[in-house]
């Protein structure tokens, strides 16, 4: 409900993976989001420009059309942290990391990019393990599958 209107109706679990709205994201979970327009869509997917020129691309609903603004959201826990950039060129981020957070199972890290700002990511014990955690003021690469990006129309 916003404004007692109803705004998407569904599953918990459909509420957070497939929200309809930046509203919706945000209300349910924590979730990163990356603002620009939309450069291309079609097929259920779509392709978002920031203004640091970011593209990012990912799962967008009917309705999101080339030219309008639009807000990519990925959820913390989508998002890896590497050492060293691990995909294609161009395709991870350059981050520092700001703070560390243990949480048990995870370690939630605040990092800073020049492209994205300041974003959240969740990161596992054994995913931690692997890459051997990270401290404060240490540089590292964010990167995340294609299609975890869900690229939400403007509310």
């Known amino acids: 409900m916003r404004g007692g209107r109803i705004v998407q109706v569904g599953s918990p679990r459909e ?57 990519a959201s990925l959820r913390p826990e989508q998002i890896a942290l590497h050492r060293k950039g691990s995909g294609p060129a161009g395709a991870d981020v350059a981050v520092t990391v700001v703070n560390r957070i243990f949480l048990g199972e995870h370690t939630e890290y605040l990092v800073k990019s020049g492209e994205l700002g300041d974003f959240l990511v969740l990161v596992s014990r054994q995913a931690e393990a692997a890459e ?24």
Do not use: C, H, M
């Open 132 to 155: 051997g955690g990270f401290e404060p003021g240490d540089p590292a690469f964010a990167s995340w599958q294609d299609g975890a990006a869900l690229i939400l129309a403007d509310d």
């Open 15 to 71: 509420l957070y993976d497939r929200p309809n709205s930046r509203y919706v994201a945000d209300f349910v979970g924590k979730s990163n989001f990356f603002s620009g327009r939309v450069t291309s869509s079609g097929g259920g997917r779509a392709v978002l420009t920031t203004g640091a020129g970011r593209v990012i691309a990912g799962v967008a609903p009917v309705g999101i059309a080339a030219g309008q603004p639009a807000t």
